[in-house]
């Protein structure tokens, strides 16, 4: 409410921000973390070779370059982007949350910026230096140890940086400004690494199949060696990837769920908490099946094919990264904010005044006969719009008629007044709705009038914004 | 003059995390920092460019374009890390201020990600594909075009945010982007920047090439070691006087109410520092003993480029410091209100 509401009505705010940070996990994941350590295990392959008198050291050393070429690109161009695109569209869709978290644990991301600078430099250094280091093997063995150093840089960045996130996450943190520390001793912090490690490298090997198909159409009996060999990377990180996804998936509920408040909540825990399990156990046989089918039957293998094992590891971390967006809510910072923006501090205020008379931008200060609908509008805005659109991505139009109109009569007025006060009760992923009775009329008239048009409208960033009188001078 | 209304919000309720001034150093160097490899992408791209076209007719200049794509290489992706440290500065110390202008610019804010993707992108197929189009120069060159032109927009969504952030007077009158851009004086601001970006790069390259382990001999056949340092030398020599045109432009079109005799004499001393350091080069350039005065030339180019710095935040500090005094009222007025609300609250039970 102090900030231009930027909005999105077709996808919604929340996607902007899910796009940009999936696509940047699996490039982290896949094209850094898990994927500099295959890279140099190859190049020392083709290195041992090549010392020994094997033509193939070169095929070795030039398919590694290949792959490091790919990386190269799609890291310092998705990859840097859609980390820069975090901050960007965290500050678009929810400024109030992300302006706090920078105020506390501004030392957090200065240290993430640190690692990320000296990353950059080393991946740099270790790509644009890869043929002058094939002069000679006193070079080329130079080089390979540089790889085996950002590989093991590659890694701690993501030790660090996900012990800083689960820092943030933590409510203990927040309320009791513990040190940085806690990220690092909390029960959850070496499980979630002891599953990302081997994640990222079977992401990797998947990425690194494709590629190989790609790559050595030409070359049958190479490529043959080659998937041996990557089958070999998979078949040693895949079962670390099973058992500790079990246990950390094992982990969730003792310590997530006594931040679930009520007991209705556990039955759609339960439902996505199962689903996770079932996505992970899909992903490993899909991964190993196809591990199989490349490594022993690589002729019969279309390159399209190639592609379906990244797309499965891609779906499962989507799924475990939405599993945790999911058990966030109704917060976004937990115990403080809830994910419309508002301090739970606050709301004995605004369930007095309404958020209207404390917003900086609307059109209407309060409540009138005359600008019901309006007003209505400029509740929606503050109090739905973060996770909401109108008629599009998670329809608050929609989730209504589930509810009362399954055949989409028109909407009960007086059950939705009667249901907007307490259906966080019901539905313990929603904020507590912050307005006053008259703002709960407002919205209610809103949505009516809106129930059968198609209406979609932009936020701030097309609209521009309007000073509430009360907060102007 | 006549008062803008302007929007009173309330701040973030949260202490700053460090001590103000100790945030602001960090992100005024910071910014300098990204600002140096913006500035080494953006002019190595254009060098790149306006080589290659003249190498049409003039094959040596080819070899030289394809010299200075390799630095943009890596200056690219430094400008980009080094940005994430002024960005985190900024958002810590003017919260409300930039993330307000970013909601209203939105698409455009949130389009620098795609753009940039695109641009990055396009660098790297021109700079690998230089041997394989070289019978399709005219396709070749345009792939550097559309790059080039990209960079030549980005810049101007983020000098019309920063530029917003400093007079919430107008923020009820943006409608979205493009309406932004005839607001303060973005666009002077945007030829300051562009004219600063050449100059930089006539130092980058006369370091570059002239280092001792650098063979011109083996990677630019058909120059010298001097020849390419004088080229340098100019660019930065003619590029910083047309700043006597394009810095005055901006220094005088810039909103007045933050102008005053500190920031005048802060850009005054830089000018001054930069003027010493061009009567150096321009001795230099006369004398043909290129390089004897290099270190000095380029440290008080970085010691004037410091002051602007210095001054773009005083500017910044000026504008904002009245309105920040009204935020902060409303602030403490809405704490002190809900304290006493929860203190009721508490005490009732």
Known sequence: MDFPIFHLDFFGDRLLIAVIAVIHVIINHGLAVGFLPLITLMEYRGYKASKNGFPEGEKWDNLAYKFMFVAFVITTTFGALTGVGIWFSAALISPASIGSLIRIFFMAWFIEWVIFMLEVIFIMIYFLTWKKSNKDFAAKKKHIIAGTALSIFSWLTMAIIVGILGFMMNSGSWVEQKSLLTGFTNPMYLPQLAFRTPMAFVMAGSIAFFLTFLFLRKDFDFKKIVLKNIAYWMFIWTPHVFFAGIYYYSLIPDLMLANLPVAIATQAFQQWYDSLLYYLIAAIIVSMLFTVWFAFKPKRVPVFAAIIPILVIIVTMGTFERFREFVRKPFVLEDYMYSNQLLLDDYKIFQNDGVLKHATYTSTPEVTKENMLEAGKNVFDITCSRCHTHHNVNSVVRKFEKLFSPNGEPLDKQKMKDYIPVMHKGRYYMPPFPGNSPETDALVEYILSIQKSDINIPGAQVNGVQISPLHLK | ?349
């Open chain 2, 1 to 349: 003059m006549f008062a803008q209304l302007q929007p009173i919000p309330r701040d973030i309720p949260l202490p700053l995390p460090l001590p103000e001034w100790f945030l602001i150093s960090v992100l005024i160097i910071s910014f300098l920092i990204h600002i140096l490899f913006v500035n080494l992408m953006v002019g190595g791209t254009f060098l790149t460019l306006l080589l290659e076209i003249v190498g049409l007719k003039n094959p040596r200049f080819n070899k030289l374009a394809k010299a200075i794509e390799a630095t943009v290489t890596v200056n690219k992706s430094l400008a980009i890390v080094a940005g994430v440290a002024p960005l985190l500065g900024i958002n810590t110390v003017y919260t409300i201020y930039f993330y307000s202008a970013n909601a209203l610019t939105g698409y455009a804010w949130i389009s620098v990600v795609p753009l940039v993707i695109i641009a990055f992108l396009l660098l790297y197929l021109h700079k690998y594909t230089w041997e394989k189009y070289e019978n399709k120069k005219v396709f070749h060159i345009s792939i550097l075009s559309v790059a080039f032109l990209l960079f030549l927009f980005i810049p101007l969504i983020f000098l019309s945010n920063v530029n917003l952030m400093l007079f919430p007077e107008d923020w009820a009158s943006v409608k979205g982007f493009f309406s932004t851009l005839f607001m303060g004086n973005v666009i002077f601001r945007y030829f300051h920047f562009l004219a600063g970006t050449l100059a930089v790069n006539g130092l980058f390259f006369f370091w570059y090439f002239g280092r001792e382990k650098y063979s011109v001999e083996e990677h630019l056949p058909g120059f010298t070691k001097d020849e390419l340092k004088k080229y340098a030398y100019k660019l930065t020599f003619y590029v910083t006087l047309s700043q006597l045109v394009f810095g005055t432009l901006n220094f005088f079109t810039l909103p007045w109410k933050g102008v005053n005799w500190t920031l005048a004499y802060v850009f005054i001393s830089g000018i001054i520092i930069a003027a010493v350091a061009m009567f150096l080069l321009w001795k230099e350039l006369k004398s043909g003993n290129l390089g004897k005065r290099f270190v000095v030339i380029a440290t008080l180019i970085s010691v004037t480029v410091l002051f602007m710095g210095m001054g773009r935040h005083i500017y910044r500090k000026n504008v904002l410091e009245p309105h920040q005094k009204l935020v902060n009222e409303r602030t403490m007025e809405y704490q002190k209100m809900k304290y006493e609300l929860l203190k009721d609250t508490l005490i009732k039970k």
